[in-house]
């Protein structure tokens, strides 16, 4: 339970990915960490994007190799110490003869190869799309192209098992918590807070604050009292359609515009291709956005170009946008503006510190929040050294080699599940799928699921162990099968988790 005004060495503003591996790492260094987060965690950007962990091919194009660098070493970081929801994925680049060059496109892979320590990722090769299965789905005019390795991630679930780790190193995590003012006096931060469960405010301390807030960021900043940070975030809105699979393989593609920028097209959740995304300067509240007409348009044209079956908005069974919280780097164009991140440390002399975050990726949070550690070490000469990147995140005890190989266990464990839940259990849950179904011994105790292979064992799960609290953050956040539910599934599914929340 929190005291009222307990004091904490860091208080970090927002769940998304960077809150939530800041919280974790400085957890596992000894800090105390309190994180709140207005809705449910990664309810902002960190569940939005195109959901790959990659260097980044096209950065190259603008000199960024610090990043695409420490991407490229981050992929099988990632891979490593988290095998069950990040997996690699094959990209197809087709080769389009108006734009880019081959020798150049030939160049960046031969860097994307080679900068970033490649072990266990499979390299680039070129390919004959004539007499290629990765060829049929595309139109006739592209008959080479490469193929190149990056990662899948299952982003918003990268944002609860970082939690998680941290919470259970002792930081205090606490969801639909929104902060309203903090101020500084002298060494400390006073912070006010609304629990938007019980309605109810209280108050905290902390030496260090981190406004992780994303796309929030300029509009906390005005609640945070003797704030001098000027710089500003540039709201880049990024959407995806989702449509039935165009193809059945496991490869993604990569298409090339005319307008230079790029689309991908990648296997989801078995049935269906995302396409994405798009890049456009926002200035509205990014807790309320969606896709346009025209991206929609964009996007069903841009895929158009280079898949045989024409793709029209009758064709998009669903959406998501997000906005990217860039730092603002003066470029003019949204595509050119830099996917780095930057922090800015806000402190007068003797003050407590303000530290804001610009910018970055899914795939380099990691590195983000040890470099955030680094700039606030000076205020903590007892916290111990860097950590994360020999440490498994919760499920992930097993070598990425082996995944099909830990599935088969699972299945022997409880051989009557369907063979497709249990691939999805163990892809979304890891080795944890043994305690979310440590009282299950038969079908009959699976209890009825509330649509497709969603059963009670698991939502309890994710209410008792991932701060689920309702039937859209189990839908789309931890798991998607928001794809496959009818309204009144959910509404089943809803009035069972607020019958259980009531009961506890
Ligand atoms: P967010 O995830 O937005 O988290 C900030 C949180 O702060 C929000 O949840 C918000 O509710 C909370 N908050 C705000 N104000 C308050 C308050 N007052 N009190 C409490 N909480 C508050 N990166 C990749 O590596 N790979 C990709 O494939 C990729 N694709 C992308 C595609 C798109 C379309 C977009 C938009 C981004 C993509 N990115 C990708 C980038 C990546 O998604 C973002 O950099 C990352 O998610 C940003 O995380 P964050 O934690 O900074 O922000």
Redesign the pocket.
Same mark, same amino acid.
């Given at each position: 339970m929190i005291m009222e005004s307990t004091l904490y060495d860091i208080a970090i503003? *927002?769940? =998304?990915?960077?809150?939530?591996?800041i919280a974790r790492d400085a957890a596992g260094r000894g800090l105390s960490v309190f994180l709140? #987060?207005?809705?449910? !965690?990664? $309810? *902002?950007? /960190? /569940? +939005? $994007?195109?959901? !790959?962990?990659?260097g =980044?091919l096209r950065y190259l194009e603008y000199y960024q190799f610090r990043l695409v660098r420490e +991407?490229l070493r981050e992929r099988e970081i990632l891979l490593r110490t988290a095998p069950h929801i990040v997996w690699p994925l094959r990209f197809i680049l087709p080769h389009h003869r108006g734009l880019r060059p081959a020798w150049l496109i030939r160049l960046g892979l031969f860097l994307y190869d080679h900068i970033g320590g490649r072990k266990i990722l499979q390299g680039t090769s070129r390919i004959d799309l004539r007499h290629d299965e990765r060829g049929k789905p595309l139109k006739k005019q592209f008959n080479i192209g490469f193929a190149y390795s990056d990662c899948r991630?299952m982003?918003s679930r990268l944002?609860v098992l970082n939690c998680m780790d941290g919470a259970a190193k002792g930081a205090e995590i606490r969801t639909r918590?929104?902060? !309203?003012t903090a101020t500084r006096t002298g060494q400390i931060w006073h912070l006010r !807070?609304l629990d938007k469960v019980h309605d109810t405010e209280f108050q905290i301390r902390a030496k260090v604050l981190i406004n +992780? $807030? *994303? &796309?929030?960021?300029n #509009?906390?900043l005005t609640?945070i009292s003797h704030s001098a940070t000027k710089e500003q975030v540039r709201m880049?809105?990024? /959407?995806?359609i989702i449509v039935d699979a165009l193809f059945t393989h496991d490869h993604g593609y990569i298409f090339q515009n005319e307008d230079s920028r790029i689309i991908?097209a990648i296997p989801f959740e078995n049935r269906f291709t995302l396409i994405?995304?798009?890049d456009l300067d926002f200035d509205g509240d &990014?807790?309320r956005v969606s896709i346009s007409a025209e991206e929609t348009d964009y996007l069903c044209d841009a895929a158009s170009e280079y898949f045989i079956k024409k793709i029209t908005k009758d064709d998009v069974l669903a959406s998501f /946008? =997000?906005?990217? &919280?860039l730092f603002d780097d003066g470029r003019s164009e949204a595509k050119a503006a830099t996917?780095d991140y930057v922090l800015k440390l806000d402190r007068g002399t003797g003050e407590a510190p303000l530290l804001s975050?610009y *910018?970055?990726?899914?795939?380099?949070?990691r590195k983000l929040a040890e470099s955030v550690l680094e700039k606030i070490s000076a205020f903590f000469p007892e916290m111990g050294p860097k950590w994360t990147e020999q440490h498994q995140l919760p499920g992930g005890g097993f070598s990425p080699d082996n995944f099909m190989g830990e599935v088969q266990k699972f299945r022997e464990h409880m051989p009557f599940l369907p063979p497709e839940s249990a691939t999805r259990l163990f892809r979304t849950y890891g080795s944890r799928v043994y305690q979310m179904t440590s009282s299950i011994k038969s079908v009959e105790q699976m209890a009825k699921p509330f649509g497709h292979d969603l059963h009670p064992f698991e939502v309890d799960y994710l209410i008792d162990n991932e701060w689920a609290r309702c039937a859209e953050d189990i839908l789309w956040r931890r798991t998607k099968l928001g794809l496959f539910f009818s309204p009144d599934q959910e509404k089943d599914l809803e009035n069972y988790i607020r019958q259980k929340q009531g009961a506890t």
């Open positions: 503003i *927002g769940g =998304g990915i960077n809150g939530c591996g709140c #987060e207005q809705n449910d !965690l990664a $309810s *902002g950007t /960190s /569940s +939005a $994007s195109t959901k !790959l962990i990659h =980044g +991407a991630v982003d944002v918590t929104k902060l !309203l !807070l +992780a $807030s *994303g &796309p929030w960021l #509009e906390l609640h880049v809105k990024g /959407s995806h991908f994405g995304t798009t &990014p807790g /946008s =997000g906005i990217r &919280p996917r975050l *910018g970055g990726k899914i795939t380099t949070y």
